[in-house]
DNA sequence: CACTTGTCCTGTCATGCCGTCAGCTTACCG
DNA sequence: CGGTAAGCTGACGGCATGACAGGACAAGTG
């Protein structure tokens, strides 16, 4: 699947050369986490690395090539956000605990990624494919999820019909990756992170049921 | 209550001063609209407004100081979002149309200013204070009278006693905020945009009042 | 052990943007 | 008309970018 690596200069990368690559990846990745996106130079990353802006350039065209890169990788990682809806039932009292897990889950894995994904959030709002297709990718597998539920109560009748399953299951996602981005407003807006992720819950139980949980 | 517009070495500005100003940040709006805010450049906006840089340097102490002056106009306008929601009713069919209205009117605000709140985005996820203070206050004038409305009905008893009115209204806000920002993104997805607002809508009013509408 | 081969890194360079300052021009006012 | 403050810019040192050629290094070969 995933070709062998190569630098910009079309060479095939060995044990070493790939090493210094990821230690590129990890300190951009770092630096993305404590200085503005529009403030992180080649260089900076290049002597946190311990190695110089030449070498840099040797693995990725430029800041944006390497963040797609890391992106790429937290992406798989993504995919594992499937298992908090595989097999989960929507129906009464589970219903209610399932809407809990997921909220949890994600604000957890957004927590854990932040830096990246804003980068990829912002990418993706400019309009760039590529940001965007990889957006979508680490958000398929809730998204995906979500909207086979909705289908499903809906074909079951318990769900109107007017109802588009994948624009709610898209908005729901989308809520919980902008309330995750911006926890620290809700803070100062007086809201607690312990109160936030009840609401949270219960929005995703009427969005995908349209009924009250039964706790 | 707007004190004298400065320079930053100090100097008042006069008639000439504001305008070159206000044209500065006129070309700095619509580049940020056409390229990549990483990628905008201080010698492109001076030279699109057919200046130099040392004056943009005059009024600005850099983009970002730019941005937050754009951004604080835009503020202004948002406060008239409260519209959407004032004197509005939350009960029966009129609470349908009241969230089709605010899902329409928030849409099309968010649609007007999106190249300028995605860099606000930005700045707030970053935890840059200034940018989430701004933030705040685009989004207060709906968020305060959503929450508002979540506490009248509550108080009427209609809304379970635990439900936290603003996080509630805080989450929807950024829903529609996120889903106005990646609306390209559900276009790939197989949601068109006219599918889309009803679905919002009907999420709000979910989240507001608790019930399915009635139509 | 020399030799070869291909990977890996860096010194160096031209280019271009940043951010500042001194100094010039323009407008206003008595 | 002269004084004063506003308004603008050329020019400059400093730094990041991105490309290249060449040197260091590891691994295999005879």
Redesign the pocket.
């Known amino acids: 699947m995933t070709g062998q690596v190569r630098?910009?200069?079309g060479?095939?990368?060995?044990?070493?050369?790939?090493?210094?690559?990821q230690k590129l990846l990890d300190c951009l990745s770092e630096m993305l986490s404590s200085s503005p996106y529009r403030d992180?130079?080649?260089?900076?990353?290049?002597r946190k690395a311990?190695?110089?802006?030449?070498?840099?350039?040797?693995?990725f065209?430029?800041?944006e090539g390497a963040v797609l890169e890391i992106a790429d990788q937290m992406a798989a990682e993504g995919a594992g956000l499937t298992e908090l809806l595989q097999g989960r039932s929507w129906v009464g009292k589970s219903a209610w605990q399932t809407s809990q897990e997921l909220v949890d889950g994600f604000l957890e894995f957004w927590r854990k990624h932040d830096a990246i994904l804003r980068v990829v959030d912002l990418g993706a709002a400019e309009g760039d494919k590529r940001f965007y297709k990889l957006r979508m990718k680490i958000l398929n597998s809730v998204n995906n999820s979500l909207a086979d539920a909705v289908a499903e109560l809906q074909a079951k009748g318990k769900v109107d019909k007017d109802v588009n399953p994948a624009a709610v299951a898209g908005a729901l996602v989308a809520m919980l990756a902008a309330v995750a981005s911006h926890q620290k407003g809700f803070q100062s807006w007086g809201v607690k992170q312990a109160e936030l992720k009840p609401n949270l819950a219960l929005l995703v139980h009427l969005g995908v049921t349209g009924k009250k949980p039964t706790k």
């Open positions: 630098t910009v200069d060479r095939v990368a060995g044990r070493r050369g790939q090493a210094t690559r992180v130079k080649v260089i900076d990353v290049a311990g190695t110089s802006p030449a070498t840099f350039y040797q693995y065209p430029d800041v």
